[in-house]
């Protein structure tokens, strides 16, 4: 009886592998970090950069059909580009 319960424990207890198709061999495997949410900030320092990326996202934005956040990219062409933009269309 001794016997089938080593094997038994030998066999499931002690194997804390994952089911990863060997790709834990050059990956790294789990770590903490893999846990945690990365964050990066980007900071606008000038008025003329802030124009150009809200253009740029205001394009993007009608390609995808996101009219809501176009305009959202719109209100910042206004404001920092002093240009006018028209409701539900891409900046230029």
């Given amino acids: ?3 089938c319960f080593w094997a038994l424990a030998l066999t499931y207890l002690t194997n804390h592998t994952l089911p990863t198709k060997k790709a ?4 790294g495997g789990l770590w903490v970090g893999k846990y945690l ?7 606008i320092t000038t008025d003329e950069a802030a124009t150009l990326i809200g253009e740029y996202g ?3 934005c ?4 996101f009219v809501g956040h176009a305009e959202q990219c719109n209100l910042r ?15 230029q």
């Fill in 1 to 3: 009886m001794a016997v």
């Fill in 24 to 27: 834990g061999r050059y990956t």
């Fill in 37 to 43: 949410k990365t964050h990066s900030y980007q900071k």
């Fill in 58 to 60: 205001s394009r993007l």
């Fill in 62 to 65: 009608m390609l995808e059909g």
């Fill in 77 to 91: 062409v206004r404001r920092y580009g002093n240009k006018e933009v028209p409701y539900g269309t891409g900046a």
